[in-house]
């Protein structure tokens, strides 16, 4: 038997390996993207630069690392500085970071329980009508693209009704005790948390369901009923518990791609967290930002990843038996 | 705890027909002893575990009564059947790894039911792992996960998660299926000393031996319906129906000395369904259709034995009448000849050439679907009783019956009806066939000869078939070569084909393979028991070697001087012989040299 030290250092060096790769392409990627924030900002500007403006103005922008010093200033958090915000990307990143938490971990957290349960209750009716027209409805809605719900949504509920605001994640400038400040919140994070749980809910809820139905003709849920077990525990301790798997790797790899996961619907809703900020850096080719928001999120997956590792052996026990 | 199951049927809903499963059943658990229920896959075993439990699925259909104590399992709602699971009767489920969760530890998996009943959980924890040591499982096993588990640990773990909360009824679904024989021993040790505690205890399952060890009644079950009702100790012995001789000759008992032999035909699935009838009505009836024929196999008879297609003894009436089972000494027995069959009976028949006396009176009985080995010296009488069951000598005293008619008068007022009923095999191949036939001709002269068939064709389909059976060429030049231009082994073949070209019920072979080289005889043997299986034949096997007897015969019979001195199954002729001459012959047969000459005249 290994032991459990050798067992927890051996993935782990695998990822930080993996981590210092990813750090060095975000390195080189100014190199590799066409375009640079000069072309992009004069392209549409009247003003025409003359050559020697223009490689004046380009090696200003420019800012040559070495691959050390951009290690180490990745870890003094001094990430460079936005042209575009005319902000650090750091202060830039860390403002919209948690409107993105917000936003997604609700949706997940959200649409993956919802889709749990309903999907465990809905493979324990299985063939009941109200099970049927579930599963026909979800194959539906897993067919409509977040893109579609959410500019529907913003259409009717926003713009003609006019009961959710349409941009932002707060109202600006308004004087506000705490719990009108939540309240505001929530009112602004209605419609995109709408948008985001249609678009992942049916997918879980479908997910759920199949895993189920395949674990209730397991034997041993029949040996949980004969033990004269309560229903819930038959099927929740016993059955669900089994059906969990893929529901969390599906749970996770979601919120691995959680910046990428946010830029539709945060670009629909103008809703200031990570993805509207990443698409405004790569409107304007600004490459410090982009650097810093791409690395974050390739780093996320990694990090999730290695979570989820961690996550299965607890939840099966068969897993650490098989690596 | 009485369980007391009456006229229980329980069909499974398919798409446009439904399984029957159980067939009016009636069966009654006593405390204190143990049931077995055996019988082929798909005999319905697991659904009456599961019937008792309240745990067959959506769509089955259940009628008839399952009273534990007082309570009647069908008509309990499923609160009150959940308080019974378990504290009054549990079940250990076959395929033991399986029937537990993959993701709890094994003690938590013990302790649960315990734990729901309200104990406090530290004690239910101390409880599980006392069970668990109890079964011969540590406590450091008790923490693993089942798939940590090896298949007999799993099983121990399920009996002790089954006797956790003590229940007076417990079901047992193959427990010892895939077990080494250890494990098995430790097993039923723990059955057995359930039983002493006053367990009320149903075994299902495939392994007769432990059923023979341990069951105080066994149930003999066949698509649903009980077969035979019997004392545990007579299942290996002493069956009444050929379903459970069959089952007894298929299983590789530890004592069995024969080949294993299977059963012919399949086991079918009952299904009853409806659909339009000649009138245009619906029409509900049952039928047996093999899984994966549904129609095809078109409607067998809805009444009759179900058994009847597979049976070695089957007359027409079986095809025709309801069958109710019926008690038969000790046994209960569902079959209309009234269990296995006697084929043939002698009473003290005797016969001597001249001065000669080649056989004493003696007392023979071959039951139907039996391969009797008669075995002894050379001279011992064993042709001369062999050609007198074969009625080609007539005894000079004594009675004769075969299948229930005095062979006596049957043999002189209709010889033409009995004699295709009997297949012979001669002592010598070469000698037994007409050196001016073809291999066509030999074949076809006993049908030609009991005007079996007339029309050309059929003759020939006929032999054609017979000369397959045994694995003979059916090319046209074959069947025009002479004996001569044949080898020993072919020569037998075709013997053994025109013995059987007229489906005799008996087959009576005499030395059929003495002149044999030794893989020629294993290819030659092996094929007529197959035959003997397939067409359910009671066979007469004569040879002096009591070797080859071991391994063809259900009962052996030894003859010496005429007499025939000791007769009983082969296991227990083989293993322990009475008599002295039996174990001299057993002995010589090993090659011990330290027989006299001549010893049947010390033994007369």
């Known amino acids: ?323 | 705890m009485q369980v007391h199951i009456q006229n229980l049927r329980v069909s499974y809903l398919e798409e446009n027909h439904s399984l029957l499963a159980l067939d009016r059943l009636d069966l009654t658990l006593h405390p204190g002893r143990i049931t077995a229920m055996v019988g082929e896959s798909g005999c319905g075993k697991t659904t009456l575990g599961k019937a008792i439990m309240g745990l067959l699925p959506d769509n089955a259909r259940l009628r008839g009564q399952i009273l534990l104590d007082r309570d009647n399992v069908p008509d309990l709602d499923e609160a009150r059947m959940n308080t019974l699971r378990w504290s009054t009767a549990a079940m250990v489920f076959q395929n033991g790894t399986a029937t537990f969760n993959p993701v709890h530890r094994l003690v938590d998996q013990v302790a649960e039911p315990l734990v729901l009943k309200g104990t406090p959980r530290k004690k239910a924890m101390a409880k599980a792992v006392d069970m668990l040591a109890h079964m011969g499982l540590a406590p450091e096993m008790a923490r693993r996960y089942p798939h940590e588990l090896s298949g007999g640990q799993a099983q121990r773990g399920l009996l002790a998660m089954a006797l956790i909360l003590d229940p007076p009824l417990v079901i047992l679904d193959e427990p010892t299926a895939a077990l080494d024989a250890m494990t098995k021993a430790f097993i039923a040790r723990v059955i057995q000393d359930l039983r002493v505690r006053g367990k009320t205890i149903l075994l299902i399952t495939h392994d007769l031996d432990l059923a023979q060890a341990l069951a105080d009644d066994i149930v003999v079950l066949y698509l649903g319906q009980i077969m035979e009702h019997l004392p545990g100790r007579d299942l290996l012995e002493n069956p009444s129906h050929p379903y459970t001789l069959a089952l007894a000759r298929a299983f590789p008992a530890m004592d069995a000395v024969r080949d294993l032999g299977g059963i012919r035909g399949d086991a079918f699935y009952r299904m009853v369904h409806a659909h339009a009838g000649e009138s245009g009505t619906d029409h509900v009836h049952t039928h047996v259709a093999a899984p994966d024929s549904f129609h095809q196999g078109g409607h067998a008879p809805p009444r009759g034995c179900l058994f009847q297609p597979r049976c070695t003894q089957a007359v027409e009436a079986c095809t025709r009448d309801e069958i109710a089972i019926m008690p038969s000494g000790d046994h209960q027995v569902r079959c209309l000849r009234g269990g296995i069959a006697q084929l043939l009976c002698f009473e003290q028949v005797a016969k001597s050439y001249g001065p000669i006396k080649a056989l004493a009176p003696t007392d023979l009985t071959l039951m139907a679907g039996e391969v009797f080995c008669l075995v002894g010296e050379t001279g011992s009488g064993k042709t001369t009783l062999a050609m007198i069951a074969a009625a080609a000598i007539i005894p000079d005293q004594g009675k004769r019956i075969f299948q229930g008619r005095d062979m006596d008068i049957w043999v002189k007022k209709e010889f033409t009806s009995l004699a295709p009923k009997i297949g012979v095999i001669y002592q010598n191949p070469a000698e037994s066939v007409s050196h001016r036939f073809t291999v066509f001709d030999i074949v076809a002269e006993p049908l030609r000869i009991h005007k079996m068939e007339t029309r050309t064709e059929k003759i020939h389909s006929r032999v054609l078939r017979a000369l397959s059976d045994v694995r003979l060429s059916t090319a046209p030049e074959f069947l025009q070569r002479y004996p001569h231009e044949l080898n020993m082994g072919a020569i037998q073949r075709v013997c053994l084909a025109r013995a059987l070209v007229h489906d005799p019920d008996l087959l009576i072979a005499d030395e059929p393979t003495s002149a044999l080289d030794p893989s020629v005889q294993a290819k030659v043997l092996k094929m007529l028991l197959g035959l003997q299986i397939e067409k359910g034949l009671t066979m007469l096997f004569v040879t002096h070697n009591i070797g080859l007897a071991r391994k063809v015969a259900d009962r052996i019979g030894v003859m010496v001087d005429g007499r025939i001195i000791e007769t009983g199954p082969a296991a227990r002729i083989i293993n322990h012989p009475g008599h002295q001459y039996t174990k001299m012959l057993i002995n010589s047969a090993r090659g011990l040299s330290d027989t006299p000459q001549g010893m049947s005249q010390v033994y007369r």
Not at chain 1, 115 to 141: D, H, I, N, Q, Y
Not at chain 1, 298 to 321: A, F, G, I, K, Q
Request: with cysteine.
């Open chain 1, 1 to 323: 038997m290994r032991t459990r030290q050798h067992k927890w250092s051996r993935p782990v060096f695998a990822y930080l390996a993996a981590a210092l790769i990813l750090v060095y392409l975000s390195y080189l990627l100014p190199q590799l993207l066409p375009g640079d924030f000069v072309t992009a900002m004069y392209a549409g500007a009247d003003v025409s630069l003359n050559a020697l403006q223009e490689a004046e103005l380009k090696a200003y922008f420019l800012d040559n690392q070495t691959f050390g010093e951009y290690l180490g200033n990745l870890v003094r958090l001094d990430w460079g500085y936005s042209a575009a915000f005319f902000a650090p990307v750091s202060t830039l990143f860390f403002a919209a970071l948690p409107w993105t938490i917000v936003l997604m971990g609700t949706a997940h957290i959200l649409s993956s329980f919802l889709g749990f349960f309903l999907g465990v209750e809905a493979a324990w009716r299985r063939g009941s009508l109200v099970e049927k027209s579930g599963v026909g409805t979800m194959t539906v809605l897993e067919g409509i693209p977040e893109i579609c719900t959410g500019a529907l949504l913003l259409l009717v509920f926003s713009l003609h009704l006019g009961w959710f605001p349409a941009a932002g994640a707060q109202t600006a400038y308004a004087e506000q005790t705490t719990f009108q400040w939540v309240l505001d919140v929530l009112h602004h994070l209605t419609l995109p948390l709408i948008t985001l749980v249609a678009a992942y809910f049916p997918g879980n809820f479908l997910l759920a369901r199949a895993g189920m139905v395949m674990v209730l003709k397991k034997q041993f849920v029949l040996t949980a009923k004969a033990k004269g077990l309560p229903p819930g525990r038959v099927r929740y301790a016993h059955a669900a518990r089994n059906a969990l798997l893929p529901l969390v790797t599906r749970f996770g790899l979601r919120f691995a791609f959680m910046v990428t996961g946010a830029l539709v619907v945060e670009t629909i809703f103008s809703y200031p967290g990570l993805g509207t900020l990443l698409f405004n850096a790569i409107s304007m080719r600004d490459l410090p930002l982009i650097q810093g928001i791409v690395l974050f999120a390739s780093l996320m997956v990694l990090v999730v990843n290695l979570c989820m590792e961690w996550v299965y052996t607890l939840l099966d026990p068969r897993v650490s038996h098989a690596s």
